[in-house]
């Protein structure tokens, strides 16, 4: 027998959890070329503008232009975009994208206030946030399925002004995305990418409206000139490779779990999949199954590598050990491929998204299922959430005390402020302290 | 007449916006000495662990212990310190914790889902992260009101542990800090500050429990010990200078307003004070009143320095013109002191918190009302929010597929997946298309 794709571990192994240490280690590589170059490019574009704008387009994306408003693409171009795809795609796309504007109309966030007895209310506003920034990478990892996912939780959050930029090398336009952004509701599309791009949507040129948050993935340029604006603009996470994580009873059709891990692995051969299961004798039929079906694969060659770099054939004792390996490594995706999986819900504490049952394959999340699939990776559900419409709407707090309402809280306030010898913080409340205290 | 302490600009002077710009520029400077030290205590921690960290605790706080145990400070010493304090303070301590309390009982979102007429179940599932981590300066910046603020909306969020670091140079414990954690419900206590505190928060060390969130206030050591640890952890922001913005229509005292301002300049030099009034007679008020009071002000100095630097009186043409440079400036403390306040909310866009009425002053907000004095600052209100309960709950998408709603989507996900290429997508959606599609 050839030697196994994927690695084989038993958790009963005394030097098991230094192994899946190991297997889950990722450091992403700053490098101080690309950080010196990006700094370059964000001081050029916040002193120069559209003019230093145009040069990187040209010198980046051999995008000769002259006039700085030839980067917009007009809504009739998106709209044509919409005509000029296969119909049958428009129409799945147009499906998913109202399955996740449902899904996600339901995470809404509503003002709130109460008024208490002496009159005191408090609250909180909720708002959209007035302007965001949608980055669409260029070339092979278009996907128009990002730009549904990343700009429908914005359009339902209420952003009036949602701007795409996306590089256009050579100045070809990718029909997909545009159609994607006319369905989604972008509002404005420029051609523009790279480090430039985030600095000009952070800082604003004489052309691109300066944005309050940027989303959306990019190449290592875009991430680096997303750390370099953290502060001056609002982010989403930088996303490491996409994994999953597979725990199945040994009765789901091997297949069927063979291909899940191979939707995984087809990404990036930096993704990780793994699949954990109490019963050893259905991993031997898993790995069976992935010999079999490999060479079929298109990308074949990207799931072996991704297989047997950084995948995994994991045999545990239980589900409850199952369940354990869950919480410690917080997976992006975590497909419980099991009986009745409702049951394990509440012992589950992280992970970015769970499909549940044999019927349900991330493929499924990935495009139209509703919920979105920008995720944290790298073990980050245990602090993190996935991308949705409270990441576009923001709060203010409310307070209004009535008078006598304010006498009560300024005895406590001067008390504490005398404390922490801050006086002019308790006299400001004192002077509340009686309708009468005008001086 | 002395020259004016405080600026005064008019919004109708044609240079009007470029001043404003230049009152409001804030920009943090970054060192890279410090970058380079706190990147070798990092380092430090994450290879040698405790070892290193007395090391530190010895030769940055005066701190010499042999035994890493010793850091911890037990829940018994916690409690003596509700006795060692003054008992108004304790009772002040404790109202204001339970009104924190009450008003973020408000934040907290419960798990939700739906079913689709197939049977599809969508949702998300919202926990508690299991261990967050609360910075705590030492020193003179050590308020117990920002151990209430920083610490409550974790445990409302249901955090099961809550660690508290905090300097303690030379040994000196803060008994008001340590009854505020006490009552707050802080879990564990830690000696440890500075850089090496938070690297052993976010790589955890022998004594030390790694921890999933880390927040609070901290010097330029420990905000650039927050940046570098950026991703292996989650983080708040990262504070800038504390403002108010006051808009009066110059029917409340102007000793009121005058105190106000100083309650927010007697915090740092670095802090900014600006009122907004339509009256500039009123101004001219204000600034007798800012004169005649400042000299009894234990921190004059201070006051005197912040309100000269980054402090200003503006003139405005209306209350609409108001309203529009609120939103312009997206302040941290927004004070509305005019009459029935609540009419000009829903043109509020941005702010941290907003303080309406004449009687409602900042110092209210900071101590005891009930909302959050975490706040964003520097204008990054336009796309954050105060400090809450949701910043301590994170969420998982919950997707659960009938048989025969898989059949709906997986028709819908095969198109999208084989337009992006992606087929071992496509094939695993296709192998649920019917529940007889086993191989």
Same mark, same amino acid.
């Given at each position: ?159 009036? $002004?949602? *701007?795409?930029? %996306?590089?256009?090398?050579? +100045?070809? &336009? ?5 159609? /994607?952004? !006319? #369905? ?116 074949? $060659?990207? *799931?072996?590598? %991704?297989?047997?770099?950084? +995948?995994? &054939? ?5 589900? /409850?050990? !199952? #369940? ?116």
């Amino acid at each position: 027998m050839a030697e196994a794709l994927m690695r084989r571990l038993n958790s009963g192994a005394a030097d098991f959890s230094v192994q899946l240490d190991a297997l889950l280690a990722w450091d992403s590589v700053s490098n101080p070329a690309v950080v010196q170059t990006v700094s370059e490019v964000i001081a050029a574009i916040k002193q120069r503008g559209d003019a230093a704008l145009l040069e990187y387009c040209a010198a980046f994306d051999r995008l000769n232009i002259n006039v700085a408003a030839e980067l917009e693409i007009p809504q009739s171009r998106l709209l044509a975009a919409l005509d000029n795809i296969d119909q049958a795609q428009r129409q799945a796309l147009e499906v998913a994208a109202q399955r996740v504007r449902d899904y996600h109309q339901h995470q809404r966030q509503e003002s709130w206030s109460y008024t208490e007895a002496d009159g005191t209310v408090l609250g909180q506003q909720i708002r959209p946030m007035d302007r965001v920034g949608l980055y669409v990478p260029g070339g092979k990892a278009t996907y128009p399925s990002s730009v549904l996912m990343n700009a429908i939780p914005a359009k339902v959050a209420g952003v009036p $002004e949602l *701007i795409m930029v %996306s590089p256009t090398p050579g +100045g070809e &336009l990718n029909e997909m995305v545009l159609a /994607a952004a !006319a #369905i989604a509701g972008v509002d404005r599309v420029f051609t523009i990418g790279g480090a430039q791009a985030v600095a000009a949507l952070a800082f604003g040129t004489e052309t691109i409206p300066r944005v309050d948050k940027i989303v959306g993935p990019g190449n290592i340029y875009v991430a680096t000139a997303k750390q370099q604006v953290f502060g001056r603009v609002g982010l989403d996470m930088i996303a490491g490779p996409s994994e999953i994580l597979v725990v199945c009873d040994g009765l789901t059709d091997p297949d069927w779990i063979a291909m899940d891990l191979f939707s995984q692995a087809e990404h990036d051969e930096d993704a990780q999949s793994i699949l954990l299961c109490p019963d050893a004798a259905y991993l031997d039929r898993v790995e069976a199954s992935i010999e079999r079906l490999l060479a079929d694969m298109p990308r074949s $060659e990207i *799931i072996r590598k %991704s297989l047997s770099g950084r +995948g995994a &054939l994991i045999d545990v004792a239980d589900m /409850a050990e !199952a #369940i354990e390996l869950i919480n410690r490594i917080a997976p992006e995706h975590l497909e419980l491929s099991v009986e009745e999986p409702e049951q394990y819900l509440p012992q589950i504490r992280h992970a970015g998204a769970i499909f549940l049952g044999r019927h349900t394959p991330e493929a499924l999340g990935d495009y139209c299922a509703g919920p979105n699939h920008v995720l944290p990776t790298s073990g980050t559900a245990r602090f993190s959430s996935p991308l949705g419409v409270y990441d576009f709407q923001k709060r203010s707090s409310l307070i209004n005390c009535s008078p006598a309402g304010a006498q009560n809280l300024a005895q406590v306030a001067s008390v504490l402020a005398r404390g922490e010898s801050l006086v002019a913080h308790a006299v400001s409340a004192e002077y509340r302290l009686g309708v009468d205290a005008k001086s």
